[in-house]
Every structure is written in C-alpha cells, then in structure tokens.
C-alpha cells in the first residue's frame, strides 16, 4: 500500500535550520508530483512548495521562498524539503502529499 513517512522535524533555533525527508513506498515515486503542506496550531492547511515527479520544475509559497528548498531522489524514493532561516511562524506539523495520500506528519517547532 501506499506510504508516506516524514521524518527530520524537531526544536530549533530561530535562523536556525532543518531538514525535512519524507520516504515513499507502494506506488512508482518518480511518476508523481509532490507537495510539502502544513499546519500551523490552530490553523488551516497551507501548502508550501511543489516539485514536478522528474524533478524539473519547484513551487514555493511566498511565505517561504528563498528559504526553503524542495528536492527529491526518485532513486531513494524520497522527497526533502531543506528549511533555513527559520521563523516562529514556521513552527507546524509539516506533511508530505501526493494530494491523494498523506503521511502522518513531522512537528517542527521553532523558539528560542
């Protein structure tokens, strides 16, 4: 069946930095679209960025361009999102999604 498991979240310094991953299984990763989404406390989704499945196209939110980097290995079947300069309304659980299936989510919480 089909997989998604973030991984990478955790407390971090404002300016700080992290890295996101997220392992795919049970569908042929390389054929899919991906998207980072997440969800601030008490909050709706927002999507944050979009990469195409050869990896040849990426979208950023304006709330997060020029700070974070979306990326994938479709060798490892596994998608990331590099995170730097770190702000405190960065801080929500962070989800990996091909729109159809999601995976269960990596806090990632940013204080000082």
């Known amino acids: 069946q089909v997989q998604l498991v973030e991984s990478g979240g955790g407390l971090v310094q404002p300016g700080g930095s992290l890295r996101l991953s997220c392992a795919a299984s049970?569908?042929?990763?390389?054929?899919?679209?991906m998207s980072w989404v997440r969800q601030a406390p008490g909050k709706g989704l927002e999507w944050v960025s979009f990469?195409?499945?050869?990896?040849?196209?990426?979208y950023y939110a304006d709330s997060v361009k020029g700070r974070f980097t979306i990326s994938r290995d479709n060798a490892k079947n596994t998608l990331y999102l590099q995170m730097n300069s770190l702000k405190s309304e960065d801080t929500a659980v962070y989800y990996c999604?091909?729109?159809?299936?999601w995976g269960q989510g990596t806090q990632v919480t940013v204080s000082s």
């Open positions: 999604t091909t729109w159809s299936n």
């Open positions: 049970g569908f042929i990763f390389s054929s899919y679209d």
């Open positions: 990469i195409y499945g050869d990896g040849s196209n990426t």
